[in-house]
């Protein structure tokens, strides 16, 4: 069964706190991303991982960053969250030369 | 800036109408372009794609035309039916390390009413 699992489905921070967004595919893909997504904007890339500890940035990477230590898991930090960080994220993850992006449920942040 | 664009950020038709998205790119060098569908509170689906090698694809009720030229592609929903009701959102990229990096557009809400 293909699938990107991302936890936890809602979280509500402080500002200032550090926030761990995880996310998990079971396809053996190669590449994963993580995006955010805001009324009227679309979805934003963050940052793209090509595979364990080959990491690249997004367009809006800024105030992120990720980690890649096994193929199947891609984490997404926020080291001291800012109000403006209020976002629902999205991981998704594809093979290496498929341009098919499969995405997890989303993760729906509420920074205070 | 954005580097892709739709015009619409919300469409209205009558069951059974056809419906033209638009998207406008600004790279060049995009060589993938793609539609996905997402409703509310779920995750974007891939809907249809094609490769910069052909300017048209087909798959059932839906069509993508490519216009590199004018770096423009477009989704033609042809029947539609209330279930097309959902937010699309259209993406380009270029092929980078084996794999696409997809920028997305800002999303056009179709709402087909019955």
């Known amino acids: 069964d293909m699938k990107v699992t991302q936890m936890p489905r809602y979280l509500i921070k402080r500002m200032g706190e550090n926030v761990l967004l995880e996310c998990g595919q079971d396809?053996?893909?190669?590449?994963m991303y993580w995006y955010r997504q805001d009324p009227g904007l679309g979805l934003q890339l963050i940052y793209i991982?090509?595979?364990?500890?080959?990491?690249s940035e997004g367009d809006i990477p800024k105030g992120y960053r990720v980690s890649r230590k096994k193929r199947e898991h891609f984490s997404l930090i926020l080291d001291s969250a800012k109000t403006n960080q209020t976002s629902v994220y999205f991981c998704?993850?594809?093979?290496?030369?498929?341009?098919?992006?499969?995405f997890g449920s989303g993760t729906r942040l509420t920074v205070l | 800036g954005q580097q892709v664009k739709q015009s619409s950020p919300s469409l209205t038709v009558q069951e059974g109408g056809i419906l033209i998205l638009n998207c406008d790119y600004e790279?060049?060098?995009?060589?993938?372009f793609a539609w996905y569908k997402k409703y509310p509170d779920n995750s974007p689906t891939l809907l249809i794609s094609?490769?910069?090698?052909?300017d048209k694809r087909e798959d059932g009720r839906f069509t993508v035309f490519l216009n590199k030229s004018g770096k423009h592609f477009s989704l033609h929903i042809t029947a539609s039916q209330p279930e097309d009701t959902a937010v699309y959102l259209c993406?380009?990229?270029?092929?980078?390390?084996?794999?696409?990096?997809?920028?997305f557009g800002e999303g056009t809400k179709l709402t087909v009413s019955s």
């Open positions: 998704a993850s594809s093979r290496d030369s498929a341009e098919t992006l499969y």
């Open positions: 991982s090509y595979d364990v500890d080959s990491n």
């Open positions: 993406a380009a990229g270029e092929n980078q390390g084996g794999s696409a990096k997809l920028i």
């Open positions: 094609v490769r910069s090698n052909v």
């Open positions: 396809m053996s893909h190669e590449t």
């Open positions: 790279n060049d060098m995009f060589d993938y």
